[in-house]
């Protein structure tokens, strides 16, 4: 399948491979942790199951997002557990060509996105850049969010 959901991200249209996608949570509560672990923002309540939070933004080096701001979470499931991606708005699913731009179009981005970014699609509206979810959701990466921070 070569469907992508397309997100909001601190402004920005990224592309998420549907395959890695469980389900879409409208307006999530996120339970906070004492002490935050880079990008971790806490975890969800899904129906009975429990998601680790992880704020997208902070991934991507938009910081956090501002507080009482309604979210979106895009639940996936890696390596056994489930992840609740925090995005600012799920926009639509797109297909986009059989062949993604070059390494050209990857290498112009920004280096924290060139580290995430799995391949760069052309769509009737504008370029969209694909997250790689196994590089994203690595532990060592979630933990460089606090990093830069600090």
Known sequence: MR???LVIVGGERIALAVDGVRQVVTDVRIHPLPEHFGAVA?????????ATAVDLGRCLGHGPAPAGRARCAVVVRRAGEDYALLVDDVEDLCEPAADPLGADAAAALAPRWRELVRAVHRLEDGLVAEVDLDRLLDAARLGEAVEERA
């Open 3 to 5: 469907e992508r959901l």
């Open 42 to 50: 806490g975890f969800v309540s899904l129906r009975g199951r429990v």
